[in-house]
């Protein structure tokens, strides 16, 4: 096998980039991996085959071809340009963009296997020791190769098993299986459930869904307050009012509210709770409760359910032309409550009948909400058990369900029917049942816009939510039966994706059979992978665990106390623990040093060490040729710094790295927030023998990181890597030939840092300070700089401007990294030291303000109401001046901000007009120059500076500024 590999010298990223958006593109139906069980952080398939396919091939790999392996059929980039132009001039995009299908959906054919093996030989191995959702070791199968898959968590295992493992193991059988006892679940549920679900008043009507609202009482008038923060239904201005019942007065019993179903916003009754603060609705009372109240009584007497709307679906017959019944529509309708809907007392007695059989038997979770974690609103609000987070009869409805599983395990074990393709359909089965759990728990909530429930993790945590939706899971296509039918979805199109066949209408259909890749799944540490021999491994691809982003082990357990009950009756090898092991876990997890001084960075150097002992089993199993690719994706620098000093620390150093867009735009976790959207891919050999005998001053190596990152920086950009992304994108260079240089110490102490004397943040330096040392955060802030200066030269591009000071540049380059007003604090530290400036004594309470953990740009109509406006002339930054006449454009006329400007003298000032270019380029455009609104919620007001500024560029600088080329990209001729 060659020793260069092609991921060291070319990877197609925009075309991969851009299928990557795709495949993940909300309204299209996501891979079945996806779908198939909720897991945290999953990358495209594309770009995990890509990493894959990449680290094996030999450089001299024909480009087209790995294009075609990938599925890149067709000119991705050109179709992306179409989508972007109609989306920026505001119009409806019409038919396919897209001349091929979906990369992810090609499954190579024969020859071009035949061709890989041909390049790269035979018997090839791949191993990703954190493989969590499986998308890389799923590809890897997918290819041919032997692949090793392990997670410590157990709940990953599971699903690797059912993703990777099983489909290709067992092929068509598992569908006929799940059918069969698919069919048995719902039969059963059906008697036991029926009744649990009142039928609808309506003729030809059927109850979908119930949303509640938590409740607590007033401790001011003893009213039975319902919680929830609006009370809006559609986005077309169906809600909810509250009618309350006032007993005979404040104190007295009979105070309760009931609710009606209104047509206008205007009616809606006010929201009840803000910021974790009540408000009680009775008018003769109407006290703010505090949020310290809420949750005492939450974990005292616990809070209460009360029903305020009935979702439900009517069926309207429809006739065709010749006058036959045609199929019928179903239209939504909304309802209040009815004293039937009531039937909490009946639920709440079945619950005390089968509870002390339930615990007895161990049928539902009786483990307590851990205490040390990051999260700990569950416990907060009252809901102590994992049980505690569903109401009465979700509880119901999940419990008997998971004792109809044990029973039909049961059945099937005495009469020997219990073979191996049974029971990976029951673990199938079990994955059902964990789906109706995520949008079947207090957890949820209903989504106004689109009307439809939104699951428990839409987000990466346990958000508390005051109202909640409910499922009505016995009725037809809503409950059991979608879980049932969306996993036998999974389940036939997982087999279809690793059966490879070379047919058109894949393996299920016929065509050419092919051997199934070996798999080899494990649960285990990362960093004790026993099994696999010294030197066995060609390629390790990982997405290691992304520092404190994400807590996989505290979320794991909301599906792990229910999958021992049901998965584990089939699997109990998986699931020998109470809970998730929390401990072994490498992520950076301050909870695990509560109490202790400095507990972020003690975590984050306990994520490190992990990470680095994850990195040195990985070298150990590489062989002396092999190549790791890893793929990260978080925009805190010291996430990339603990990473890779793991790196450093395990031998490795890094060959190549490239950034690919792999997030959706409309995901939840980066949606409207600046957040990173890129995945980049570290590539890793082996540290020679002979480098790490001599160490290197970092004052020689600087020069060389700025100039990598400058070589790297516009091919980046060209390939759609734009905002906070570039920054990251350049970070890969940057470590690059960091590592290559590795060890490194400085020639010229650097000073102390500022924090480290102020004594408040002593505690967050546990090490002692060494002005010689250097570490992999040095580089990034060497890449940021390069940017930096790179970008502002962009933004500034006519007429040779004078250099912008330190503060406009901050602010321009925040707008233009971060596409949005709020962003973190961290980050807007790090990019005010690579621009020079002091971020809280020379910019916040000036240009913007610290909100929490965040940093908030003002606008300047903000600056001039908190008087933070500086002088008119520029002459303590430049963006005083624009923001001057921003503001008094849009409050007075055009005429006199360009008055104000030449009574300051700065109308032909070089620095004034390099300013009025660059803001022009990075704030949102407004609706008047593009057609529609770019900008919402927070970023409308910097929209409206742009307007003001750019008429008054057309009124008295279009001879000395150009009209922002932003502009050009919401015009046809962007096409």
């Not at 005390?352 to 609103?377: C, G, M």
């Not at 602010?811 to 962003?823: E, G, R």
Request: glycine letters at 6%; charged letters at 30%; proline letters at 6%.
């Amino acid at each position: 096998m060659s020793d260069v590999r092609l991921i060291e010298r070319w990877l197609p990223i925009a075309e991969i980039g851009i299928e990557s958006l795709r495949e993940r593109t909300p309204m299209t139906p996501f891979p079945a991996p996806n779908r198939l069980h909720v897991w945290w952080a999953r990358r495209p398939l594309v770009a995990s085959r890509a990493a894959v396919l990449a680290s094996l091939l030999p450089a001299n790999a024909d480009h087209d071809a790995f294009l075609h392996v990938l599925g890149i059929h067709g000119d991705p980039m050109a179709s992306r340009r179409r989508i972007d132009r109609a989306k920026r001039i505001g119009e409806r995009f019409e038919g396919e963009a897209y001349t091929y299908k979906r990369a992810f959906s090609y499954s190579p054919s024969p020859s071009e296997m035949a061709a890989i093996r041909r390049q790269i030989g035979s018997n090839i191995s791949v191993l990703d020791p954190t493989a969590g959702g499986g998308s890389i070791p799923f590809e890897s199968s997918r290819m041919g190769f032997k692949s090793y898959a392990n997670d410590l968590n157990p709940v990953a295992a599971t699903i690797l098993k059912a993703t990777v493992e099983t489909p290709q193991r067992f092929g068509v059988k598992l569908l006929d299986e799940f059918d069969e006892i698919s069919k048995k679940f719902v039969a059963r549920r059906e008697v036991l459930l029926r009744s649990a679900y009142p039928p609808e008043p309506e003729k030809n009507c059927v109850a979908t869904n119930y949303i509640w609202a938590r409740t607590i009482s007033c401790p001011y008038c003893a009213g039975t307050i319902p919680l929830s923060p609006n009370w809006r239904l559609n986005g077309a201005g169906l809600g909810v009012r509250l009618k309350p019942h006032l007993g005979i007065g404040p104190g007295t019993t009979g105070r309760f509210c009931s609710f009606e179903i209104v047509t206008n916003i205007s009616e809606h009754s006010a929201g009840t709770v803000s910021d974790g603060d009540a408000t009680c609705p009775f008018p003769d009372c109407a006290r703010v409760i505090d949020g310290d109240e809420v949750k005492r009584q939450a974990q005292a007497e616990g809070m209460g359910d009360q029903l305020f709307t009935v979702v439900f679906k009517r069926r309207i017959e429809t006739r065709l032309k010749s006058g036959k019944l045609g199929k019928p529509r179903w239209e939504r309708g909304y309802r209040a409550p009815r004293t039937e809907d009531s039937i909490e007392a009946d639920i709440a007695a079945q619950i005390d009948r089968k509870l002390p059989e339930w615990e007895a038997l161990d049928v539902i979770p009786s483990e307590a909400f851990p205490s040390d974690t990051n999260d700990d609103r569950p416990r907060q609000y009252g809901m102590p058990l994992w049980r505690d987070m569903f109401s009465p009869r979700q509880l119901l409805g999940h419990g008997l369900a998971s004792e109809i599983f044990r029973d039909m395990v049961e059945e099937d074990r005495l009469a020997g029917r219990l073979t191996d393709v049974r029971r990976a359909a029951y673990i199938y089965l079990s994955f059902s049942l964990d789906k109706l759990r995520d949008y079947n728990s207090r957890m949820t909530r209903w989504h106004g816009n689109r009307e439809i429930m939104v699951n428990t993790f839409d987000r990466h945590d346990f958000a508390f939510k005051w109202s909640y939706a409910e499922m009505v899971i016995t009725t037809d296509s809503v409950g059991y039966d979608w879980a049932i039918e969306q996993t036998a979805k999974c389940i036939k199109e997982l087999v279809e994706l690793s059966t490879p066949t070379g047919s058109k209408d894949g393996p299920l259909f016929g065509g050419e059979k092919v051997a199934p890749a070996e798999v080899v799944i494990s649960s285990k540490s990362g960093s004790s992978l026993d099994h696999i021999a010294d030197g066995s491994v060609d390629a390790v691809v990982m997405d290691p665990p992304y520092g404190a982003n994400v807590m996989y082990a505290e979320l794991s357990d909301f599906f792990y106390v229910w999958l021992k009950r049901t998965a584990g009756l089939v699997a109990p090898e998986l699931f020998t623990r109470r809970l998730t092991d929390k401990q072994s876990e490498a992520v950076a997890n301050k909870a695990h040093f509560k109490g202790q001084k400095g507990a972020d960075a003690l975590a984050n150097r306990d994520y490190q060490e992990k990470m680095a002992a994850i990195f040195a089993e990985s070298r150990r199993v590489l062989k002396p040729n092999g190549i790791m690719t890893v793929m990260f994706t978080h925009k805190d620098t010291s996430a990339w710094d603990a990473l890779t000093k793991g790196l450093i620390e395990a031998g490795f150093i890094i060959t190549a790295s490239w950034p690919v867009n792999t997030e959706a735009e409309g995901s939840l976790h980066i949606k409207d927030k600046a957040a990173a959207n890129s995945t980049i891919f570290l590539v890793c050999r082996p540290r020679p023998a002979d480098q790490g005998d001599e160490t290197t001053y970092w004052e020689d190596v600087e020069p060389l990181v700025a100039k990598a990152v400058r070589t790297r920086v516009e091919e980046f950009q060209k390939a759609g890597i734009t905002g906070v992304d570039l920054y990251l994108a350049s970070f890969g260079p940057a470590l690059e030939e960091f590592s290559r240089h590795w060890p490194l110490k400085r020639g010229t102490p650097r000073p102390e840092p500022l924090a480290k004397r102020r004594r408040k943040q002593a505690e967050l330096f546990e090490e002692e300070f060494d002005p010689y040392a250097v570490t992999p955060e040095d580089a990034l802030d060497a890449a940021r700089r390069e940017v930096k200066t790179w970008r502002l030269n962009q933004l500034t591009h006519t007429k040779g401007r004078g250099d912008l000071d330190a503060t406009t540049s901050w602010f321009v380059l925040a707008w233009d990294a971060f596409k949005a007003p709020v962003f973190s604090y961290d980050e807007g530290l790090r990019l005010a030291r690579a621009v020079g400036a002091d971020l809280d004594g020379q910019l916040i309470g000036k240009v913007c303000e610290k909100k929490g953990s965040d940093i908030k740009l003002w606008d300047s109509a903000t600056r001039a109401a908190k008087n933070a406006l500086g002088p008119a002339d520029g002459s303590r930054a430049m963006i005083d001046a624009i923001h001057h006449a921003a503001h008094r454009g849009r409050t007075r006329t055009l005429e006199a901000a360009f008055d104000l400007l030449k009574d300051a003298g700065i109308d032909g000032d070089s620095q004034f007009l390099a300013a009025l270019e660059a803001v022009l380029e990075v704030l949102p455009p407004s609706r008047n120059f593009v057609g529609f609104d770019v900008a919402t919620g927070d970023a409308k007001s910097a929209a409206d500076d742009f307007d003001a500024l750019e008429k008054l560029r057309r009124l008295a600088f279009s001879d000395k500024v150009d009209e922002p080329q932003q502009l050009s990209l919401f015009t046809e001729e962007a096409a």
